[in-house]
């Protein structure tokens, strides 16, 4: 098998507590989850055939299995690995399994079966790596997705997706389905947090199924709106079930507010934190007697509030424990965390907030570019007067995936091998979302030295292309923020410029390559389809104008006598692209938020930021069918 590369990397994902709003998620209500420093770290090493190997040695034999990736709807699994599994079948259905198997050794500091997501910080772990392994590393926010179909909607078991995005996003958070990527994060907290195991195991999928299943039936019943239920024709069990549900939203709610500001009071979340416990003891029914214990010997040790969290039957609780001028109580801590470990022997952690999924990913990024491949080529499906074959390639693949190169080669893996060679270990592909040819093309061909990530381009319903290049970039980089401290090179993905056009561009901070028009090699009438640029007497870019009109052309030729464009080659800082892209306007022609519009309205308020470096050197373009044939012969 060829392309086999021998990866070898560590992912981990955070454990998670909920502070308010448990057992609402899956009534569509929000939630206060924390990712905690307690996390699942799986070591990954790939291996040269299709079989996955996992074991956990810290929990013995029974945690270990194997899986054959080429026979997984034959595999008769049970226990743990039914989620690990789910989440291959998953994969595999979605088109995102890897090529090659790995071996997986797991190491978890999560308690196991005691509310703390320890399998949702399994999975989001596991398939983060099935991300790095398969090409394909996502938002977080689409990873905790992949992770609840795999545990929750596969086995269309009762359950919500608060576990999932509290272990794949991290930090505190108010997971929210009202929300547009379904959380707000909470910022810092005034507070530590004691976690109190009681090594009691939890009743999770009775205590799931009596507290979901009872309260929604009485909602579907009642008009399918909490507010709006009439009390009075309710009978005492489901009037105490629905008044306790209404107030620990709307205990929730308080919650959140005080989080989100500046100045919070601890005594007050603490007393909100006991009230919302007590609805989850006396109605719900969820804790236990050692529970009880764990929380009272909380309080009376000095934590302002104290709760139990998870499904409950059992599993752990968190205490709330004030901070002393910002810093942590140590000695108050030790008095609380004593205190519990005293009912029974049950087993306390100081947690705190910690980020969520680590993909394990180089650090050591080194000149990342974002390839923009998710265009409608409606101008390359114009195939009218060309020969059936080249008709038949240019309609039925992505422009960049056209094959031009010896053996069938894609253009855009010489692209990518040209930036590689030139200085790029990193690249973010956007894709669009009917493109199912690249990540499955490279995830089989992958490039040695060369990350490849991809995001997908979405298009909206009241639309029938992408929204532009702008909005390309903008959600290229929403998608990647570990590269925030970076500046990124953006071009086009059926483009291929000159030699030594990378190794330069990559030499600035701040810089486009303004190449002259007269070089390029294509026909003069092309230049109005391309973005022209004037540049000052100090070499920086004063004005970009996408697409212009033959009369405004004269207007840009420079004191050399040459009229230059950009063709997409742009690089600047992670945060200035996204100024620049933010609430980019539509093109009042091409209906589309264009790069060029966008970076010359930077521009206005940056002026002598952005050096335009000269350059030469044929540019192969792949626009029109008839460009097809052209860069073929010229590759060839």
């Known amino acids: 098998m060829d392309s086999f590369v021998n990866r070898k990397f560590t992912v981990s994902a955070p454990g998670r507590v909920c502070l308010y709003g448990e057992h609402q998620d899956y009534l569509g209500m929000p939630s206060v989850v924390m990712g905690v420093n307690l996390r699942c770290k799986i070591q990954i090493e790939e291996r040269e055939d299709r079989i996955v190997v996992w074991s956990s040695p810290k929990l013995g034999k029974e945690f270990s299995g194997e899986f054959d990736l080429d026979r997984l709807e034959t595999s008769e699994i049970t226990g743990v690995q039914n989620h690990l599994l789910s989440s291959l079948i998953v994969a595999k259905r979605e088109g995102r399994l890897p090529k090659y198997g790995w071996n997986a050794t797991i190491d978890s500091d999560v308690p196991v079966q005691a509310g703390c997501s320890s399998s949702s910080a399994l999975l989001v772990a596991w398939i983060a790596a099935m991300q790095r392994l398969s090409g394909h590393i996502t ?5 905790a997705d992949q992770a609840f179909q795999a545990e929750v909607g596969y086995y269309d078991a009762p359950g919500g997706n608060m576990d999932h995005i509290a272990c794949s996003v991290g930090s505190a958070l108010r997971v929210d389905p009202n929300e547009k990527d379904g959380y707000i994060k909470l910022g810092n907290s005034s507070f530590d947090l004691v976690l109190g195991d ?11 199924s009596r507290c979901k299943f009872d309260r929604l039936d009485i909602l579907l019943k009642n008009g399918g709106v909490w507010d ?3 009390l009075q024709k309710l009978n005492k069990v489901d ?8 107030r620990n939203r709307d205990i929730e709610r308080t919650a959140s507010a005080k989080l989100l500001t500046e100045h919070q009071s601890v005594e007050e979340l603490g007393a909100l934190m006991n009230e919302h416990h007590a609805i989850l003891r006396d109605v719900l029914k969820i804790s236990t007697p050692k529970i009880e214990r764990m929380c009272d010997a909380a309080i009376n040790a000095g934590a302002v509030g104290a709760k139990i969290f998870g499904s409950g039957g059992g599993g752990c609780m968190i205490a709330m424990v004030p901070k002393s001028n910002g810093k942590s109580d140590l000695s108050l801590l030790a008095q ?5 470990e005293r009912i029974d022997g049950s087993i306390t952690y100081h947690v705190k907030s910690e980020p969520g999924v680590d993909w394990g990913l180089n650090t050591d990024v080194k000149n990342p570019v974002v390839i923009l491949a998710a265009g409608a080529s409606s101008r390359m499906k114009s195939v009218e007067g060309v020969s059936e074959d080249i008709a038949k390639e240019v309609t039925s693949r992505p422009k960049a995936m056209l094959r031009v190169g010896d053996g069938e080669i894609p253009f855009l893996e010489l692209l990518l091998k040209r930036i590689k060679k030139e200085g790029s270990n990193c690249v973010i592909v956007v894709v669009g979302e009917k493109d199912h040819i690249t990540e499955q093309y490279f995830s089989s061909n992958h490039i040695e030295g060369l990350e490849i990530r991809y995001v997908v381009q979405t298009i909206s319903q009241d639309r029938i292309k992408p929204l532009g290049t702008a909005d390309a970039v903008e959600r290229a980089l929403l998608s990647n923020t570990d590269l925030s401290n970076h500046s990124i090179v953006v071009c086009n993905g059926d483009n291929m410029p000159p030699e030594e056009s990378f190794s330069e561009i990559f030499k600035f901070n701040c810089a486009m390559l303004a190449y002259d028009s007269s070089k390029l090699g294509l026909p003069e009438d092309r230049v109005s389809v391309f973005a022209v640029v004037d540049i000052d007497s100090e070499g920086y870019l004063k004005q970009i104008i996408e697409k212009p009109t033959k009369e405004t052309l004269p207007n840009f030729i420079q004191s050399d006598g040459t009229l230059r464009v950009s063709m997409n080659m742009f ?3 992670f945060s200035a692209f996204i100024i620049s892209v933010k609430d980019c306007p539509l093109n009042d022609v091409r209906n589309e938020k264009e790069l060029p519009t966008a970076v010359d309205r930077w521009l206005r308020e940056n002026p002598k930021e952005m050096r335009a470096i000269p350059f030469g050197g044929e540019f192969l373009d792949l626009t029109h069918p008839s460009d097809f044939e052209f860069v073929i012969k010229k590759l060839q």
């Open 228 to 230: 709006e239920i009439d």
């Open 198 to 208: 009681s090594n009691a195991p939890k009743d999770t999928i009775g205590i799931l």
């Open 571 to 573: 690089k600047m800082s």
């Open 139 to 143: 938002t977080e926010i689409e990873l």
């Open 336 to 340: 609380i965390q004593s205190s519990i």
């Open 239 to 246: 009037l105490t079930l629905v008044e306790g549900t209404i």
